[in-house]
């Protein structure tokens, strides 16, 4: 299922632990981009945050300071992925059984 930016702090947001002050700042952070964007939303982030899965944006660039980021199928699941000259960072992943379960 395809996520805007808007769905992935929402979806950051809620896996955060409230209580703990020591997630205060990062809290704060979130809602206020959270807010920047909502004050930038078109009547297309209706349709983006749906959630049906129909449409998958295969997130694949290559950028000026050589990272690349793409969708890597493995173990059975979906992601996206940005690789460095370091490192690999997985940036976000779904089980391929639940993606199918949902359809």
Known sequence: MSRNHLDVLVKQLEGLDHDNPNNEDLTDSIHKKIEK????????????????????????CSFSDGEITGIEIKNGAIGLVKWNKEERNLIESENLEEIYKSL
């Not at 964007?37 to 944006?57: E, G």
């Open 37 to 60: 964007l909502r004050s930038k939303t078109s009547a297309i982030d209706t349709l983006v945050t749906n959630k049906q899965p129909c449409y998958f944006n295969a997130g694949c």
